[in-house]
């Protein structure tokens, strides 16, 4: 797709500049003249919204970093200071919390965007895997972000996440019982800097959170670079055929992937400016306590389904190997799904276990907000058991379904896009 | 012998405790704070009542204060536009009304304690927050039967509900149902947590007298500090809801361009 490049440059500076740097002709060729399925709807869009987000959060996270502390007797104190007395310090701080949501609701929406269309087969597995890198880490950055305004939950987190670490005790305790301190609490230690969540660990977190963004930045540079080699997959899920397949990616696309971001930040300005604690937890209004532990420790929103995960399994070893695994299972979704057709709008079965899956996934973020002991409305069922099926049906999505997908029967593809878009008069017309 | 014993020690405190369980209750979960409450901070052109601030700091003043600090709060924002509208010179007067510690850089040639021990105090500026009641944790559970008044500045941001909570709170002394042992030192409240509260109930009919000649029932109070204390939490509010209200309107005018552009260059490609 990305084929030979049709860059001219136009004047003597430009054509002096393409000889020792071409980086017009790099820009041109990625961003203009790129060409790009006709087909594209509107939930491709969000590429753009999460590259316009990564902005968002990198801009107002240098400023916030210019008045916040990173200090566990100061860092709270210095939260509040930025929304009372720093110049429109209240909205970075609420840009850039819930910028951390919104990130998120556009990620998700990529993902599962990709997982309907098969985006992640063949010729694509590296992009998707890229992909998958960028999203976990995106969750480190918002954990660690979420630590920093040193508030209960802050703390509270930070304390509950880390010491999933501890489990692996339960590893060398079986191959070293000799050993005092297991591994896993000697990873929580290096962690922490300390023996417990402390300053050390909330100054660690700050650097790390300042660093991860800019890798994150350098991931989706590679991210796009291994989407312009085979080109975007598209809702048909076939291949392109020749140009008139094709349109440039300027103005088409410019204009589209606009108007979609332009939608996208009336929700988050909406939100930002009218409810702009209503994603958050007002226990992290109260500074960090280490002697109070809150009644009910949650994570922000975006985590709840693994937190679900996490919780609906007694023994603590596997709970967080089910928690890593789940993420680590996206990585080989590529050669998980034997059907030969991308596009689930032509695979009649794939399409039901994959809404099913995203009621799954909405499921077990609903189970990971409410407390452990509690029981579903309506069921009568305990939100622990329903969480096991829900976790159950998550893997068995990835590992049973997807690789039965050869036994489908597709509904049969059109023959090329243009075909399918204009039908077949216009598209020999064109 | 020993597990016999045991089982049999058990097993009398069962019914010992069977016998002695009159089926009264310490603890409850709370009831949901009330909503039937309006305020005129809420919806999206929602602004502070400033009779209303300054009426709910007078009680903050004269009632909260005595236990309560309020430490995130300086003098100099009751003068802020988008807040309590006092103007400068009233700021000034209110501050000046706080005795506050001397610290080594300030007047008193760096003198922190006079002759006999105690802590030199000055007349507050508006560049002052508000003095705590009192010096240090430790002297604030000793006032309070060991239990710590929090600090007000943020509470209603920190409690689910907000300003319904705190109105819902200082309105919720009733007389515990008939099964209800409230714990010693404690009383009972129906939106708490359990029921039993450490603050003894706050406000009475007429605790405080507004000057504005505003009813001063207890449910007056409540509303009037709840809303004070939403604004000490949020004293941007306004400000950001105006602004908000503004990036929307571009906004939306941006998509409608930005969908008619589309619109025009697409036209021929669908």
Same mark, same amino acid.
């Given at each position: ?6 860059? %001219? ?115 694509? %597995? ?305 | ?270």
């Amino acid at each position: 797709m990305s084929g030979p490049s049709t860059y %001219e440059p136009q004047t003597g500076f430009t054509r002096w500049l393409d000889t020792r740097l071409p980086i017009l002709r790099l820009m041109n060729d990625t961003m203009t003249t790129f060409p790009t399925p006709r087909n594209l709807n509107f939930w491709y869009g969000f590429g753009a919204v999460l590259t316009a987000m990564l902005g968002i959060q990198i801009v107002t996270g240098i400023v916030l970093a210019m008045h916040y502390v990173p200090n566990s007797t100061m860092a709270f104190d210095s939260v509040e200071n930025i929304m009372r007395d720093v110049n429109y310090g209240w909205l970075l701080r609420y840009m850039h919390a819930n910028g951390a949501s919104f990130f998120f609701i556009a990620v998700y929406i990529h993902i599962f965007r990709n997982l309907y269309y098969g985006s992640y087969k063949a010729p694509r %597995e590296v992009l998707w895997i890229l992909g998958v890198l960028i999203y976990v880490l995106m969750i480190v950055t918002a954990f660690m972000g979420y630590v920093l305004p040193w508030g209960q939950m802050s703390f509270w987190a930070a304390t509950v996440i880390t010491n999933l670490f501890t489990s692996f005790d339960q590893i060398s305790h079986f191959f070293a019982p000799h050993m005092k301190v297991g591994i896993g609490t000697d990873i929580a230690y290096w962690i922490w800097g300390d023996f417990a969540v402390s300053n050390a660990t909330l100054n660690r977190f700050f650097s790390l959170h300042y660093l991860l963004p800019f890798v994150i930045a350098g991931v989706v540079g590679l991210h796009i670079w291994a989407l312009h080699v085979p080109g975007n997959n598209n809702p048909l899920g076939i291949d392109v055929k020749g140009p008139q397949d094709t349109v440039p990616f300027h103005p088409y696309y410019t204009v589209k992937d606009a108007w979609i971001l332009s939608m996208f930040l009336i929700v988050y300005a909406v939100v930002v400016f009218y409810a702009p604690d209503v994603l958050g937890n007002p226990d992290n209004y109260t500074p960090a306590n280490p002697l109070v532990t809150p009644p009910d420790i949650v994570p922000d929103w975006y985590l709840l389904p693994f937190y679900a995960m996490l919780r609906s399994i007694p023994q603590k070893l596997v709970g967080v190997l089910v928690l890593f695994g789940a993420l680590i299972t996206l990585f080989f979704i590529p050669w998980l799904d034997t059907s030969k057709v991308r596009s689930a709008r032509f695979r009649p079965v794939f399409k039901i276990f994959f809404w099913i899956f995203f009621v799954d996934a909405l499921l077990l973020g609903y189970l990971g907000s409410q407390s452990v002991d509690a029981t579903f409305p309506y069921l009568g069922l305990p939100d622990v058991w329903l969480a096991r099926f829900a976790t159950a049906y998550y893997y068995a999505f990835f590992w049973i379904v997807m690789p039965l997908g050869f036994l489908e029967k597709p509904k049969p593809l059109p023959a090329t896009i243009a075909t399918a878009v204009l039908g077949k008069n216009a598209a020999a017309a064109e | 012998m020993r597990i016999a014993l045991g089982v049999s020690l058990a097993a009398f405190i069962g019914l010992a405790s069977a016998a002695i369980a009159d089926n009264t209750v310490s603890t409850l979960p709370a009831e949901p704070p009330k909503e039937d409450v309006s305020w005129s901070f809420e919806g999206p052109f929602g602004h502070y009542d400033r009779a209303q601030l300054q009426r709910g700091f007078q009680v903050y003043k004269e009632v909260c204060s005595a236990c309560h600090s309020l430490n995130r709060v300086a003098f100099h924002t009751l003068d802020e536009p988008g807040g309590l509208g006092f103007t400068e010179e009233q700021a000034k007067a209110i501050a000046a009304g706080y005795k506050i510690p001397e610290e080594p850089n300030s007047t008193n040639k760096g003198q922190l304690y006079d002759s006999s021990g105690t802590r030199v105090t000055r007349a507050g500026t508006i560049a002052d927050y508000f003095p705590p009641p009192f010096p240090n944790e430790e002297a604030a559970r000793a006032a309070n039967n060991g239990a710590l008044p929090p600090d007000l500045s943020i509470i209603e941001k920190a409690r689910a509900g907000g300003a319904h909570y705190v109105f819902s709170i200082l309105t919720g002394f009733v007389k515990p149902p008939a099964n209800f042992k409230v714990l010693p030192g404690k009383y009972y409240n129906k939106y708490f947590e359990g029921r039993n509260i450490s603050m003894p109930p706050p406000l009475t009919d007429g605790s405080v007298t507004f000057s504005d000649g505003s009813p001063n029932d207890i449910e007056h109070e409540a509303k009037d500090v709840a809303a004070f204390l939403q604004w000490a939490g949020e004293p941007k509010m306004e400000q950001r809801k105006q602004l908000g209200f503004g990036v929307i309107v571009f906004l939306l005018v941006l998509s409608v361009l930005l969908y008619l552009s589309y619109r025009r260059i697409w036209h021929d490609k669908h």
